[in-house]
């Protein structure tokens, strides 16, 4: 599976970014998805995730309310929606891809996903 990220820039604190993911070169609906973000100096974090049928999702407390990870297999495509995003949030976000063989199984772990696409960048301002 190739993944394309994109979406990415800068806003004001409290402003909104819209995430895509765009997949190529398998069947997109046999992945579960997830999108992670890597602050400079720290850790890859998870921050969404969801099934491959989109009948479930998952987020850390961190983003709990905040953002929406959604998916429309028809056109391969993954979406993060974040609003009301903080300054803590700016760092670069990558999707991911997992082959998922149970259709509610969603994947926070990293170290499970097959595919990951580039990172987009995104900055937050004050």
């Known amino acids: 599976v190739q993944l394309q990220a994109s979406g990415g820039g800068l806003v004001q604190a409290g402003g909104s970014l819209r995430l895509s993911c765009a997949a190529s070169?398998?069947?997109?609906?046999?992945?579960?998805m997830g999108w992670f973000r890597q602050a400079p100096g720290k850790e890859r974090e998870f921050v969404a995730g969801?099934?491959?049928?989109?009948?479930?999702?998952d987020y850390p407390d961190s983003v709990k309310g905040r953002f929406t990870i959604s998916r429309d297999n028809a056109k391969n495509t993954v979406w993060l929606q974040m609003n009301g995003l903080k300054l803590e949030d700016a760092a670069v976000y990558s999707c991911?891809?997992?082959?998922?063989?149970?259709?509610?199984?969603?994947?926070?772990?990293?170290?499970?996903?097959?595919?990951w696409g580039q990172g987009t960048q995104v900055t937050v301002s004050s």
């Open positions: 969801i099934s491959k049928r989109g009948s479930s999702t």
């Open positions: 070169g398998r069947t997109f609906s046999d992945y579960a």
């Open positions: 991911a891809a997992k082959k998922a063989y149970f259709p509610n199984a969603v994947y926070t772990q990293a170290s499970v996903y097959e595919y």
